[in-house]
């Protein structure tokens, strides 16, 4: 199973872009799931992550007033909105599982998507 992000695309800094998590024949319903980047020569880091129920997100210092995660689970999707967004954002951002939002034993990894911003 992979979970499919997707969304990615050039921006402007200051501009916009929503990102979606999707999976084919799995169900997001059981799962809190966590948004990742990874930045060239860096390593990934936890961008947000939004439990099962919805009712609770986290977001890291380095995005938070700016970027804002949801999920429809009607839809199957978790979106990550990213609002004026900088340079500093430009990463591969991946959807994963993310069990209890607590950063162990996350899985499901997919290919990610290209989010780049220039200034």
């Known amino acids: 199973v992979q979970l499919q992000a997707s969304g990615g695309g050039l921006v402007q800094a200051g501009g916009s872009l929503r990102l979606s998590c999707t999976a084919s024949?799995?169900?997001?319903?059981?799962?809190?799931i966590g948004w990742y980047r990874q930045a060239p020569g860096e390593g990934r880091e936890r961008v947000s992550c939004?439990?099962?129920?919805?009712?609770?997100?986290d977001y890291a210092d380095s995005v938070k007033g700016r970027f804002t995660i949801s999920r429809d689970n009607a839809k199957n999707t978790v979106y990550l909105e990213m609002n004026s967004l900088k340079p500093e954002d430009t990463a591969i951002y991946y959807c994963?599982?993310?069990?209890?939002?607590?950063?162990?034993?996350?899985?499901?990894w997919g290919p990610g998507t290209l989010v780049t911003v220039s200034s």
């Open positions: 994963a599982a993310d069990p209890f939002c607590s950063g162990y034993g996350v899985d499901y």
């Open positions: 024949g799995f169900n997001l319903d059981y799962y809190a």
């Open positions: 939004i439990t099962m129920s919805g009712g609770t997100t």
